[in-house]
């Protein structure tokens, strides 16, 4: 039996990585600080510990302990658009903290190392985003999830760890944190309607996305490792449909069965166009995108209303204000 460490393991892909892994006969280990998941998320049938990847002497010990042959790594602080203003924190949790995994999976031997990326490596400009294009990040996010793609990939050239990156992209579904107002705009949409406020949208909404429901990018993750064509190979894995985030707000409308009015705030910096091609994915790991937008939403939406609305709690470590939209101020 294969022992592997998820970590950000009780967060949303994370948690649902682990429950396939499982099913795949796997023994999982959680490592998770619980900064942005939550306890009912952790699968029973795996082995919890509350840590953080910053802790290098825990990493250190529990590699040593649990003999791990393979690493799914999905911890991180994802908010993407935050990041600029808060350079500091990113780099720690989400290029430091990473580093700690790579050492202790050369240290200890590790058979492949997986790392969910993403699309904000490529920047703006590049239309449909393919494997093939030069990375050219535009945010701090962005900056770290790339440099860590180059180190595994250094890594593999000098150590021999294997590795295998997934670029996903706006992922939504069940178990989604959807008290963060920072990130994740279904979550965020769905949280607002059920205390009926209304939905906000930075700039005119004409951004357009790609969306992907989790329940057809998690099962594709988790096999990866039982295909070798898979191993040391960058896949973007996510939805086809592009719609813009003005359609996205009818569809979840729709979904809730409920509307609230739209509060359009003031654009913030980003990418305007982001969808990439998943040919590559396709053909080595036989992805479909099985669930339409519709569909996923729905579906969605009924575990939202199940769970209930969160609070939105304020991001109290905020670096720089200047430029910062004026609603993500710490009042």
Same mark, same amino acid.
């Given at each position: ?16 990585? =682990? ?72 780099? %720690? ?36 985003? =393919? ?20 180190? $595994? ?7 021999? $760890? ?11 579904? %069940? ?37 992907? #429901? ?16 898979? #191993? ?11 719609? =813009? ?29 982001? #969808? ?56």
């Amino acid at each position: 039996m294969d022992k592997i460490l998820v970590t950000g393991g009780v967060g949303f892909i994370g948690s649902h990585i =682990t429950d396939e892994l499982i099913k795949l006969g796997a023994e999982v280990v959680i490592l998770d600080d619980l900064s942005g998941g939550f306890r009912e998320n952790i699968n029973p049938k795996a082995k919890f510990v509350e840590g953080s990847i910053n802790d290098q002497s825990l990493i250190d010990k529990i590699f040593k302990e649990e003999k791990f042959d393979y690493i799914f790594h999905l911890a991180a602080y994802a908010a993407e658009g935050l990041s600029q203003f808060i350079k500091h924190f990113n780099y %720690e949790n989400n290029l430091i903290g990473t580093v700690n995994l790579i050492n202790a999976s050369v240290n200890n031997n590790v058979k492949c190392f997986v790392f969910t990326s993403s699309i904000a490596v490529y920047g703006a400009g590049q239309l449909p985003m =393919t494997e093939e294009m030069k990375p050219e990040p535009e945010d701090s996010y962005g900056i770290a999830k790339y440099a860590v793609e180059l180190d $595994l990939k250094a890594s593999h050239e000098l150590f021999g $760890l294997n590795y295998i990156i997934f670029r996903p992209h706006n992922v939504f579904g %069940e178990k989604q944190n959807i008290g963060d107002k920072y990130r994740n705009v279904v979550g965020i949409f769905m949280n607002q309607i059920m205390q009926n406020q209304p939905i906000t949208i930075f700039g005119d909404g004409e951004q357009k996305r790609a969306f992907s #429901y989790i329940g057809d990018i998690a099962p594709v993750i988790a096999k990866s490792i039982y295909n070798p064509k898979s #191993y040391n190979q960058i896949f973007n894995i996510g939805g086809d449909e592009i719609i =813009t985030v003005n359609q996205l707000a009818q569809l979840v409308f729709t979904a809730m069965g409920q509307k609230t009015s739209i509060n359009y705030l003031p654009a913030r910096q980003e990418v305007k166009l982001a #969808y990439s091609d998943h040919a590559k994915v396709r053909e080595v790991l036989g992805y479909e995108n099985k669930i339409k937008i519709a569909d996923g939403l729905k579906i969605m939406a009924e575990w939202a209303k199940k769970v209930g609305a969160k609070k939105s709690q304020n991001f109290d470590k905020i670096e720089i204000t200047k430029n910062l939209p004026s609603s993500w101020l710490v009042k």
